[in-house]
């Protein structure tokens, strides 16, 4: 094709320079920091703006580092015991005395026993002015059962008492007993979970990706366990814990059980989830290129559905507590020595004592609290780790 006499060529030009995308979108910033982002960092930033999660990671964060200094958090020893506080109320804290500014202090006790109804009274005298020591010498423990120790961030006032939430029948500090019980409750679920989650995705994984005979045995055992109610069932399994196994053995052997009766629902959502990746192209280039079944599972299928398993691994951590909750409440759980909050809940099976000292229940707050920002965490880390929002 020949151009007319009076036409002429665009001008254009060739250049070896690298492409330079700045030059011409002039990019921002913030949006170059936004293209440059990790998945972990974009995950970061979707999760702060998600403030009750954010909040919830926070508490969370502050509980499970109070387990490593409880002894020195609590103002008594777990197994202090003082007998002329038995079933006392608790004990409110003050800043002023007579519209003075003080240092945090309580008011004393004066007992009395009611000899009509037999019940212990204790009113407080304003006159007992008990002033917190902070920072001081208390109660002997040993520091994770190894290292004696004395420390104490608050301690009661020399011949005084500091019983925040009350006592229990042997006038052991309620609030001490609750900070010792979060290092056995926290911990169940998170071990519990591991075994749970180990057990959901090999399973669940080799089920969905081979299928076959090993995907039909599963899905069978699968029905069984799920249709079995989970109450009786956790009774069954802890009644066989012999009891001559010390605390310890029952801890594991708890943490166990509860880990075994919950891979049920992760392992199905595994398989459905595999059962539809396995057929995308991705995985069928890695297979051509030679890749193993353990490397296209665990490097490009579970990755997948992240966001699920981030989820259910955060709601199945309360589902834990819950359940060693129950089973130490009804008493085949975990046994004393050993302190959780199912175990100080046992104080609270009588009525009567409930409805006389209501302050024993004070072990249900924290197990309220940390389900719910469990419930909380996971929802933002589930929206976090979702691509597709």
């Not at 020893?77 to 006392?88: E, F, M, P, Q, T």
């Not at 966001?307 to 009804?330: D, K, Q, R, V, Y």
Request: hydrophobic share 50%; glycine share 8%; net charge neutral.
């Amino acid at each position: 094709m020949t151009l007319p006499q009076n036409a002429t060529s665009l001008p254009h030009t060739v250049t070896d320079a690298p492409f330079d995308p700045e030059a011409i979108y002039h990019y921002t910033d913030a949006q170059k920091a936004l293209f440059e982002a990790s998945q972990l960092r974009l995950m970061w930033w979707k999760f702060r703006r998600h403030k009750p999660a954010l909040v919830s990671a926070i508490f969370l964060g502050l509980l499970y580092m109070s387990i490593l200094v409880s002894e020195v958090l609590a103002p008594y020893n777990l197994h202090s015991r003082h007998s002329d506080s038995i079933y006392a109320p608790p004990q409110s804290l003050h800043l002023f005395h007579n519209g003075e500014l003080r240092a945090p202090f309580v008011y004393g006790y004066d007992f009395k026993l009611n000899m009509e109804n037999l019940k212990r009274e204790y009113v407080p005298n304003t006159e007992k002015i008990q002033t917190i020591r902070w920072f001081c010498s208390g109660d002997d423990y040993d520091f994770w059962g190894v290292i004696p120790a004395t420390f104490h961030i608050a301690c009661p006032a020399e011949g005084g008492s500091l019983f925040l939430l009350g006592t229990d029948r042997l006038g052991r500090d309620v609030l001490s007993r609750i900070i010792y019980g979060a290092r056995i409750s926290l911990t169940i679920g998170l071990l519990g979970v591991g075994v749970s989650l180990v057990l959901g995705i090999v399973i669940g994984g080799m089920a969905g990706y081979y299928g076959g005979l090993f995907d039909v045995i599963s899905q069978r055992l699968i029905e069984v366990i799920q249709s079995i109610p989970s109450i009786p069932l956790w009774l069954a399994l802890a009644a066989i814990l012999p009891i001559t196994w010390s605390p310890i053995f029952v801890y594991f052997g708890i943490t166990v059980i509860l880990g075994l009766l919950d891979w049920t629902g992760l392992a199905r959502t595994v398989r459905s989830k595999l059962l539809a990746l396995r057929e995308e192209d991705y995985v069928s280039a890695a297979q051509v290129m030679g890749a193993s079944s353990f490397r296209i599972v665990s490097r490009h299928l579970i990755p997948g559905f992240a966001s699920h398993l981030i989820a259910t691994a955060t709601i199945a951590i309360p589902t834990m507590i819950l359940g060693e909750t129950t089973l130490s409440f009804l008493g085949l759980g975990l046994r004393a020595p050993i302190t959780s909050w199912g175990v100080l809940l046992t104080e609270a099976q009588n009525i009567n004592a409930v409805a006389l000292y209501p302050w024993l229940l004070w072990p249900v707050l924290p197990v309220i609290l940390v389900v719910l920002a469990y419930n909380f965490l996971g929802d933002g880390l589930r929206d976090a780790a979702d691509p597709y929002k």
